[in-house]
């Protein structure tokens, strides 16, 4: 089973800031089966970014995705008021999914 | 509009069994496959397995695995998960999800089904 890690567990920034955020696998995901996803409290995950660095359906182009290999990165250019949110990357690879623990994107 | 309609919470109690549904409505399109996923207060999401839509192939997390079956019916276009052998750390929030492109993520979720598991 692939982990995956992300970090920081915590980033606080204000409105118009830059986020980046990190995701580490424990083995190379080929194929580029990665995808962030976005959570407030008491909603399902919003799928942000599919197959590394693609934007799913209506997302703003303020958020990108990028990586390859075992190291995968989600920028949030510049911070929205309704961007603080948790954050989970998510792989799927041997049939399998896993997601990371998440980086929760609080405001400073 | 797209839907994923889920059933309601479920209280049980340790050892039992618990089937929640999840009912696809509003789709102009076939989904790939129907992904169940659950969340816990204040963790991450846990994937429990799939389904694939076109055909009944399934597959499960190790960790539940002998304890979970993934079925669907396609008449209703309705998928169900049912977890035996609850526990107190089964309790969460229980989600199918789906995409209609790949099965490798998913763009839509249902709501969310609180289970939870107490004596």
């Known amino acids: 089973e692939i982990v995956l890690t992300q970090s920081p567990d915590t980033l606080s920034l204000s409105p118009g800031e830059r986020a980046t955020l990190s995701c580490r696998a424990s083995q190379t995901i080929i194929n580029n089966y990665l995808a962030w996803y976005q959570q407030k409290p008491g909603q399902p995950p919003r799928l942000l970014i599919y197959?590394?660095?693609n934007r799913a359906e209506d997302i703003p182009d303020r958020f990108s995705g990028s990586g390859s290999g075992t190291d995968f990165t989600l920028t949030i250019s510049r911070l929205e008021p309704e961007d603080f949110a948790v954050f989970f990357c998510?792989?799927?690879?041997?049939?399998?999914?896993?997601f990371g623990q998440g980086t929760k994107v609080d405001i400073k | 509009q797209v839907q994923l309609l889920q059933s309601g919470p479920e209280v049980k109690k340790p050892g039992t069994s618990v089937k929640v549904s999840c009912q696809a409505s509003g789709l102009p399109f076939r989904l790939t496959a129907v992904q169940w996923v659950r969340q816990a207060r204040g963790q991450p999401p846990e994937w429990i397995g799939w389904?694939?839509?076109?055909?009944?192939?399934?597959k499960y997390a190790q960790k539940l695995q002998g304890r979970v079956t993934i079925s669907r019916d396609t008449s209703t276009r309705t998928t169900y998960m049912e977890l035996s052998g609850l526990r107190a750390e089964d309790t969460a929030v229980y989600y199918c999800?789906?995409?209609?492109?790949?099965?490798?993520?998913?763009?839509?979720w249902g709501r969310g089904t609180l289970v939870t598991v107490s004596s």
């Open positions: 999800a789906a995409d209609r492109n790949d099965i490798a993520w998913a763009f839509y």
């Open positions: 389904i694939l839509v076109g055909g009944s192939e399934t």
């Open positions: 998510q792989q799927y690879e041997t049939t399998l999914w896993t």
């Open positions: 197959g590394v660095s």
